[in-house]
């Protein structure tokens, strides 16, 4: 299989966990692995569970900006047009107050520099998708866009200039696949398993009738042959979870770097 010439097309950065993401031109790779400010991050309920799109269907509603630089969120409930604004250092205590009255519970705001919080945590690199595999889903349910898959996936790095599912050659059978963005080296692991969320729409939070089901289906139907079908003990998987080696830690990545496999 060839591509024409891969390059990182997006940047997107989750600053907190579940909520809008924002995208760059550049980020930071930490020691962890992981980009720095995304999923710095999240909201716990009491039990110091995550409030996620998975558990709380009303994480959907909420519309969110985040100024990097100023470290500010600006945040909308669906039932009130006029936006809240939190510094997210100095303000933590009236954002989670804020944050508890939306969801009606207790809600406490947890932040980890180093790591942020993953979904994956045997792989907390960043995901990364194809331009053309959201485009290709899309046309698997008319009347969803691109960035309707786009918003719904949550992905921090897309790549272009590949055909669908490029990224499914960048997990093995039993060891992890490297590839190079700009002069970051990365380590692809596996598949990155959905959830209920990827059925949702990603602004209202209204479910597609028998999304899974479809998804599935075409899934299965259209695997690429470099994909190691070893890898999907079902096929309610997209995009690739990574690990990036500690040697990789501060250097960055930039929209326009170039793609490679070793």
Not at 73 to 92: G, K, M, S, V, Y
Not at 131 to 141: E, G, K, N, V, Y
Request: neutral net charge.
């Amino acid at each position: 299989m060839t591509a024409d010439q891969p390059y990182l097309a997006r940047i997107t950065l989750f600053p907190l966990k579940s909520l809008d993401g924002i995208e760059v031109p550049q980020a930071i790779v930490l020691p962890s692995g992981a980009l720095q400010r995304d999923r710095e991050f999240a909201l716990l309920d009491e039990r110091g569970q995550f409030i996620n799109g998975k558990r709380n269907a009303k994480v959907h509603l909420l519309r969110s900006e985040f100024d990097l630089e100023q470290h500010r969120l600006t945040i909308r409930r669906p039932d009130n047009e006029q936006p809240a604004q939190f510094h997210l250092n100095h303000d933590r205590l009236l954002l989670e107050q804020w944050l508890a009255g939306y969801f009606a519970m207790p809600v406490r705001l947890v932040q980890d520099l180093q790591r942020g919080f993953p979904d994956d945590t045997h792989a907390p690199g960043p995901t990364l998708v194809s331009t053309a595999t959201l485009a290709t889903i899309a046309a698997w349910f008319p009347g969803l866009s691109p960035d309707h898959i786009r918003r719904r996936v949550r992905a921090n790095l897309e790549i272009d200039g590949v055909p669908p599912f490029w990224e499914d050659q960048l997990f093995g059978a039993d060891q992890p696949v490297l590839f190079q963005i700009g002069e970051v080296v990365f380590e692809g692991v596996n598949p990155c398993q959905r959830c209920v969320v990827l059925t949702r729409d990603a602004v209202t939070g209204e479910a597609w009738p028998n999304f899974q089901r479809q998804f599935v289906e075409r899934r299965r139907a259209t695997l690429p042959d470099w994909a190691d079908q070893s890898r999907f003990n079902h096929f309610f998987r997209l995009a690739v979870n990574t690990r990036v080696p500690t040697t990789e830690g501060g250097k960055g990545l930039r929209q326009g770097d170039g793609v490679r496999l070793f």
